[in-house]
């Protein structure tokens, strides 16, 4: 099995099947996270942090921000430029932001907060924010509760954003305070394709052997023909959307 640092790092080289494969975030789940920062008589300034193709800066971009996009992996950047127009890319990581000291109202971080060291990038985070912004995390997570979704995620292996949500509310070091935290339950109409490429972006598959890539979509094929799945039929895949915020002192 891949490292967590190797698993971090795989997406760029399915960045195309990421773009394709992942969901979009609720606007009302973005705006929720921004809520505490937004009013003034200027437009808000963000990080969003391993931004990956764009799938949350389109989203901040839409509400009317300012925004910065930053992810490790080039690769990722370049396909999120050609999606989103107009927003500044830097390669960097959450533990390491290259923007200036109390430069930003909010850093966000979309399905990354997980890879991340929450005392490291908790500290680096409140460097760039200035008096009173906020540090705002969301995750587009499969709704389990559903059984056929909880076979799906047992044939692809669970994530390590699953198993950490599963444990409560995402670690957040000092200085900010208590987390907040909201929930939306919403629906993605998918096809057998899209269905593979959601799988295929995940980590765990993208970095696995040529055998355990071949017996994880053979497991899912079967599946995707149980549902009914099968050429350009459409099926409802649910999602639950977490979103936290917490304060900068």
């Known amino acids: 099995m891949a490292s967590n640092e190797e ?14 494969g992942r969901p979009d975030y609720p606007i009302q789940a973005v705006d929720w996270m921004l809520q505490p920062v937004v009013g003034g008589e200027r437009s808000i300034r963000v990080a969003d942090v391993g931004a990956g193709t764009g ?4 989203s901040v971009v839409e509400l009317g921000a300012e925004v910065v996009a930053i992810d490790p992996d080039p690769k990722m950047l370049a396909v999120l430029r050609e999606h989103v127009h107009g927003v500044p890319t830097f390669v960097g990581t959450a533990e390491r932001l290259p923007l200036p000291d109390a430069s930003l ?4 971080l979309g399905q990354a907060w997980h890879w991340v060291e929450p005392a490291a990038g908790s500290a680096e985070a ?17 709704d389990d509760s559903v059984e056929w979704v909880r076979r799906m995620t047992g044939i692809m292996h669970g994530s390590r ?35 593979l490429a959601m799988a295929r972006s995940r980590s765990y598959i993208i970095t696995a052997s040529p055998e355990e890539r071949t017996r994880i979509e053979a497991g899912l094929l079967l599946l995707f023909d149980e549902l009914g799945a099968v050429g350009d ?17």
Do not use: C
């Not at 698993?7 to 394709?20: K, N």
């Not at 799938?55 to 389109?58: D, M, S, V």
């Open 233 to 249: 039929a459409v099926i409802q895949l649910p999602y639950v959307t977490r979103a936290y915020r917490s304060i900068r002192p």
């Open 126 to 142: 409140a460097r760039v924010l200035r008096s009173g912004g906020l540090l705002g995390l969301i995750w587009n997570v499969r």
């Open 105 to 108: 109202d909010a850093v966000l």
């Open 7 to 20: 698993m971090s790092t795989s997406f760029g080289s399915a960045a195309g099947t990421y773009e394709s």
């Open 55 to 58: 799938k949350l800066t389109r």
């Open 161 to 195: 954003a699953e198993q950490m949500l599963a444990q409560g509310d995402p670690p957040v070091a000092a200085p900010f305070g208590p987390v907040e935290s909201a929930s939306w339950r919403w629906s993605r109409a998918m096809t057998r394709e899209s269905l």
